[in-house]
Nanobody, 124 residues
Framework: QVQLVESGGGLVQAGDSLRLSCAAS????????TAWFRQAPGKLREFVAA????????YGADSVKGRFTISRDNAKKTMYLHMNSLKPEDTAVYYC?????????????????WGQGTQVTVSS
């Protein structure tokens, strides 16, 4: 089983940048896909971006393309979400997730492991 811990959230102003981190521990991440999801108050959990741990392939939601970039550091077993040009509508709790089947997908139910989340608040 993989354990995931997010960090890097905070309160920023519109237009600012922020980098979230997701540190993984436990078993090897070979063949895993890890992803970022977010959930705003009163809304459903929303897919943000995913990355294949072995090949580095990425898949992102249209709503964040051009502003958010997902990356990973294999040696550190850490995934990142680089967020630029933040908007108030990006305010949410951001979660990292992992699936062991190598599915590069935005479907939350395909993910086996989840972190506790980190709050990102963007003020206007």
């Amino acid at each position: 089983q993989v354990q995931l811990v997010e960090s890097g959230g905070g309160l920023v102003q519109a237009g600012d940048s922020l980098r979230l981190s997701c540190a993984a521990s436990g078993r090897t991440l070979r063949n895993y896909v890890t992803a970022w999801f977010r959930q705003a108050p009163g809304k459903l959990r929303e897919f943000v971006a995913a990355i294949g741990w072995s090949d580095g392939n990425t898949y992102g939601a249209d709503s964040v393309k051009g502003r958010f970039t997902i990356s990973r550091d294999n040696a550190k077993k850490t995934m990142y979400l680089h967020m630029n040009s933040l908007k108030p509508e990006d305010t949410a709790v951001y979660y990292c997730a992992a699936n062991s089947r190598g599915l590069l997908t935005g479907i939350a139910s395909r993910y086996d492991a989840w972190g506790q989340g980190t709050q990102v608040t963007v003020s206007s």
